[in-house]
Every structure is written in structure tokens, then in C-alpha cells.
């Protein structure tokens, strides 16, 4: 057969080769932190790929709430998602120390364990549980948002039904401040919200504009009482079958999605609180923190007593 021939059948066999078509979902609008990521890890991939993978962008809940997506991970039905630490602790219970009130102080902090040895050891740890962890980004410092009264100590908190995240490490800090912590998935959070099934929810600035909440909600309190990580997640079902060299592109895409994820918070920490207070929030930003400390501590005795505590003492003494 002729050099010609061979070519063009070969050229037709590529074209007949289709590409793999990746999904990623996640539970909040595409013009939120985490769309952002997820038009770069489509950018990267596709284009690392030449093409061979092609990535679909699932935002707002369409492949189900973060718990729900994180399960379809597991079985195959979901193949990229990008979701805060929140119920991950349900999964893989060694995040939970992420899950601390107060334990992270600042951004550069939480992103240097996340990016050191500490946060790949948590990353290898999604393997023990039908799940890889590609790699940590980010949600942001979470401040608590009611429709009741301002909120500038503990006391204020007492008796008011806050949203949580499926997360008992933040149940029970709730708890501790005398609310009544209702575990909800993010898609059910804005109707709740509207029709006063709860009176308030805490969540990042990021995820606060994202949401809409200011539409339901119109007290702040930049409380920040914890980090949020969130983190790019893949299904062991298509990633364990690449090859060396695709791994490698996803782990880049992965990368890229959380440098633009970062970036979009870092933005909305500039600009999120007059953002809001343009859209009608009163913001109590005046909010000290060591009370609202005192109130949780229980929180790191019982974490300490059901799981030790050699990971919060690493990160607690870690150079970062
Ligand atoms: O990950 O559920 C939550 O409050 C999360 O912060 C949100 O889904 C973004």
C-alpha cells in the first residue's frame, strides 16, 4: 500500500478516534470562584489534549448537591467535581481537621499546607475511598448571614436556625453557639432561606454573591470562624484507566483550575463586602473573634478525642 494511502487511512482512523467527552459538576453558578475553575481546567485540558478530551461544565447543582456528586464520583456517574471540604469528611474522614473553626488564620496559611506535604498526604488519602484527589483549592473564610439581627458576639446566634454545610464538625460548632444547625445540600439553601425554613446560613463572600443570597438575606457578619477548602475531585472509574502522559494533563488542568479559583477569591475579598452592601445587606464588620473561639472550643477537644491529634499539631507547628 502507498505512503499516501497509509497516511490518509491513518488520518482517519485519528479522526475516527472520538474524543472523550469529561463532565465536571459543581453546586454553584458558572460566574461563581469555582466556574472559574472550571473554564480553566477545560482550557488546559483540551488544549494539552490537542483535543482528545473535551470537557462539559456542569454548574448550580445540575449533577446533584456536593454530598450527591461526590457519591456518583464513586460509582462513575460523575467524572470531575469541584466541591468545597464541607461533606467530604463523610467520605474520607481524615479532613475533617480542614473542617476546625479558627484553625487556618489567613489565605497564604490555608494555601501553603494545602500546597506542602501536608495537603498531598490528604490528597493520597481520596484513594482509600473510591476517589482521587487531583488537587486542594479553595472556597474562602466563611461568615455567618441571617434575616433576623446583626451578629457581632455568640449571644447573638443563640436560637436563630443556621444552614449548615453535611458536616458534623460544624454542626456541632453551631452548637456550641447556641444555634440550631440544619444540614442542608447548597441547591435547597436558597429556597430555605426565602421561605424561612432557616433563618440564616454561613458561607464564604465568594458563594454569598455567587447565590444571590443577599436577595434573602440582609445581615452580615464577618465573623470568618472558619477556612473553607475546597477541592477538585476525580472519578477512579476515568481516571485510573489514563495513561501517564493524559494523567499528567489533568493533574496541570487540576492546577490551573485552582489558580483561577484563588484568584477569584482573592478578588472577592477586595470586593465582595461593598458588593453586597450595594445590593442591601447591613454588614457587621467590627465582629471579635476570641469570643466566638471560647464558644467552639469544645469542638477541637471532641475532634481531638475521636481522631487525635498528630495532623492538627503538624499543622498548627508547620513553618507556613
Ligand atoms: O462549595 O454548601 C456550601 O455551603 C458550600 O460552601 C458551597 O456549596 C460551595
Not at 481537621?97 to 501553603?112: G, I, N
Not at 477569591?265 to 473561639?293: C, H, I, K, W, Y
Amino acid at each position: 500500500m502507498g505512503t499516501a494511502t497509509t497516511l490518509a487511512l491513518a488520518g482517519l482512523a485519528f479522526q475516527a478516534q472520538a474524543a472523550t467527552e469529561v463532565s465536571v459538576g459543581y453546586a454553584i453558578s458558572s460566574d461563581s470562584h469555582y466556574g472559574a475553575g472550571s473554564r480553566a481546567f477545560k482550557e488546559t485540558l483540551e488544549s494539552l489534549s490537542d483535543g482528545a478530551f473535551t470537557v462539559t461544565d456542569h454548574p448550580s447543582g445540575s449533577l446533584g448537591g456536593e454530598r450527591a456528586m461526590i457519591e456518583g464520583l464513586q460509582i462513575g456517574t460523575v467524572d470531575i467535581v469541584i466541591t468545597s471540604s464541607g461533606p467530604l469528611g463523610n467520605f474520607v474522614p481524615e479532613t475533617y481537621v480542614l473542617d476546625l473553626p479558627f484553625l487556618f488564620t489567613s489565605y497564604e496559611q490555608a494555601r501553603c499546607v494545602l500546597d506542602g506535604e501536608i495537603g498531598q498526604e490528604l490528597l493520597d488519602k481520596m484513594g482509600d475511598h473510591d476517589l482521587v484527589g487531583l488537587s486542594w483549592s479553595e472556597n474562602g473564610f466563611r461568615h455567618i448571614t441571617n434575616s433576623r439581627r446583626p451578629i457581632a458576639k455568640p449571644e447573638d446566634v443563640r436560637g436563630l436556625k443556621i444552614r449548615t454545610m453535611e458536616n458534623r464538625i460544624h454542626q456541632q460548632a453551631f452548637q456550641g453557639l447556641g444555634a440550631s444547625p440544619t444540614p442542608m445540600a447548597m441547591p435547597e439553601l436558597f429556597t430555605a432561606l426565602q421561605q424561612g425554613t432557616v433563618d440564616g446560613q454561613e458561607n464564604p463572600l465568594t458563594v454569598i454573591v455567587a447565590a444571590n443570597l443577599y436577595e434573602v438575606q440582609d445581615q452580615l457578619s464577618l465573623t470568618g470562624h472558619v477556612y473553607s477548602p475546597a477541592i477538585l475531585l476525580g472519578s477512579p472509574v476515568l481516571i485510573d484507566g489514563l495513561s501517564e502522559e493524559e494523567r499528567a494533563w489533568f493533574d496541570e488542568a487540576a492546577q490551573a483550575a485552582t489558580e483561577a479559583t484563588r484568584a477569584e477569591v482573592s478578588r472577592l475579598e477586595e470586593e465582595g463586602v461593598a458588593f453586597l452592601q450595594e445590593r442591601g445587606m447591613t454588614v457587621t464588620d467590627n465582629v471579635d473573634p476570641a469570643p466566638f473561639q471560647e464558644a467552639v472550643e469544645a469542638v477541637h477537644a471532641d475532634f481531638i478525642e475521636q481522631y487525635g491529634d498528630e495532623m492538627l499539631e503538624r499543622i498548627r507547628n508547620s513553618s507556613c
